[in-house]
């Protein structure tokens, strides 16, 4: 599933939005206040775009709603706003350490065939990666099986690619119309040297 | 089928001691007979299982046969097998049985004795249950078929309420989405591995979709390699997010993308035609493909203050662009 056009549009008029909101709020010449601004109303726009239908998109609403309260409120004012930002973080958060120390405990006494050990690590290794993919997707920690965590992931690289490809392009088109306004200052002078 | 199953040899023989080309011998002649049977597929494999189990006893033969014929003969209300069925499927069952009277008559002479093997019987269903949890050979299984079945051969005291059960169990069935799985030879067919197995597939399936939208991953293979390379992407996009969201910040003071509404519909075209995102290092500069610039009065982009955004152009894309600018700009 490729990120489709409809799905651009409506991410880009969510961050106008999201922009809008922060036009008259923050301090415009610190380049830094500006980008947070811009990064946040872009990850809320991307989140909004699901309708909390998603686990990764409800997380990713909280964790920027720890950050500005406010901006989420406003960007999400129709789409039960309220809900999203008071609910509760469900409680699967297992400390897997201490979980994994308790199993080696109780696994003492496991057969050592040399088959079974390479398909033990083999397994080892592949719940070290699904850990790293917990890591990076928002709310991944919470989903406690490993299918609603593929299809999460699957869901989320596809909202990464719309928003990547709607910044690239208004970054391109800013960069475009910035060059042109230098050309049209430069013209002048070039126009006055010629003559 | 019948001829190889209940000659003596084979019965002698216990399913552990047959040797595998046998077996497969044995599971062909076994295929061939399906097709022949029955359209209903519940209970074949109840059947097969029945009819060529693991034990040498040709008692349990001779017990389930003639169970099943009394199942014909109206005993059915008692030894319900949990199939549940419409008469039909009852009479395909005996017509099974009395085909295979024809082709073995020696032991099937006996079985038409009914009188003593009644108790019998009940003895068998529990020894089954366990044959079957013991066997490796195919089985379909509909997963809330078998569960019916196997809490009904195990009960000792089939009685008429359990019939009534299994009779609501079975339009409850129909009802229900089936989980078909498989499975296959050599591994086990308890509940709990083959919903397990369904699982697995379930999450392989996943991981194919996520193998085609992540690029680059084809050449892995592997679960781990393919989860990797799934986290370098996701990484990978997400530091594009931070990198695009500060270098707008520093082109754009106002925050002002300054898209009217009606252009919204030019900068799709725009969209279309831009390149997918590629994992590559988020360098930005030298792929824009110029904007068509008929369509310039269109895009209002920060033109308003101009003296401000001109200083920050970095120095290299100028040059690389200035001239066809200058060039579409002289048109």
Not at chain 1, 5 to 11: H, L, P, Y
Not at chain 1, 34 to 45: E, F, M, N, P
Not at chain 2, 32 to 44: K, R
Not at chain 2, 294 to 307: F, I, K, M, T, Y
């Amino acid at each position: 599933m490729q990120p489709t056009s409809s799905m651009k549009e409506e991410f880009l008029q969510k961050w106008q939005m999201g922009l809008q909101i922060y036009r008259p709020l923050i301090d415009n010449t610190s380049v830094s206040e500006r980008r947070k601004a811009i990064k946040l109303s872009a990850d809320v726009a991307m989140a909004s775009l699901r309708r909390g239908t998603t686990c990764w998109s409800r997380a990713l609403i909280q964790k920027t709603a720890t950050e500005d309260n406010f901006l989420v409120r406003q960007m999400l004012s129709g789409i039960k706003a309220e809900t999203l930002i008071n609910k509760k973080l469900p409680k699967v958060m297992c400390h897997r350490k201490i979980v994994r120390r308790s199993k080696k405990i109780l696994r003492r006494r496991k057969s050592r065939s040399a088959i079974e050990e390479v398909a033990a690590k083999a397994r080892k290794l592949v719940k070290k990666k699904t850990q790293g993919l917990r890591n990076v997707v928002p709310g991944g920690e919470f989903m406690s099986n490993d299918v609603l965590l593929i299809q999460e992931t699957l869901d989320y690289i596809v909202s990464l690619q719309t928003q990547v490809n709607v910044m690239r392009s208004i970054v391109d088109a800013a960069e475009a119309g910035s060059e042109r306004t230098a050309y049209y200052l430069g013209k002048p002078k070039f126009a006055i040297e010629d003559g | 089928m019948l001829e190889g199953l209940v000659s003596p040899e084979s019965l002698s023989l216990s399913y552990a001691d047959m040797s595998v080309p046998e077996r497969l011998k044995w599971l062909q002649q076994h295929q061939q007979q399906e097709v022949l049977s029955l359209s209903s597929n519940d209970s074949p494999d109840l059947l097969q299982i029945l009819q060529f189990h693991g034990s040498n006893n040709d008692e349990l033969l001779q017990s389930t046969f003639s169970h099943f014929q009394m199942v014909g003969s109206g005993f059915g209300t008692n030894y319900n097998m949990g199939f549940g069925h419409s008469h039909e499927a009852m009479d395909g069952y005996i017509s099974r049985t009395s085909s295979c009277q024809i082709h073995s008559p020696d032991t099937m002479g006996v079985m038409l004795k009914n009188s003593e093997e009644n108790r019998a019987i009940s003895l068998k269903n529990k020894r089954k249950s366990e044959v079957k949890t013991r066997e490796e050979e195919k089985t379909e299984k509909k997963i809330k078929v078998e569960a019916e079945t196997e809490s009904n051969i195990s009960n000792k005291e089939a009685s008429s309420d359990t019939s009534k059960e299994t009779s609501k169990g079975a339009s409850q069935i129909q009802k229900l989405d089936y989980i078909h799985v498989r499975a296959r030879r050599g591994e086990a067919t308890d509940r709990h591995s083959l919903a397990e197995r369904a699982r697995r597939e379930k999450i392989s399936k996943k991981m194919k979709y996520l193998q085609d939208l992540v690029p680059g991953c084809n050449t892995v293979t592997g679960k781990a390699g393919v989860l990797d390379e799934i986290i370098n992407y996701v990484q990978s996009l997400q530091r594009q997010v931070e990198f695009l969201s500060m270098k707008l910040a520093v082109i754009n003071p106002e925050l002002e993308l300054g898209v009217e509404d009606l252009s919204v519909k030019q900068f799709q075209a725009y969209f279309t035609n831009f390149p997918v995102v590629i994992a590559s290092k988020p360098s930005v500069m030298v792929d824009v493909p110029l904007f068509p610039l008929d369509q310039q009065g269109s895009l209002n982009l920060s033109v308003s203050n101009p003296n401000q955004t001109s200083i920050d152009a970095p120095s290299e894309s100028w040059e690389t662009q200035s001239q066809s600018l200058f060039a579409s700009v002289l048109r």
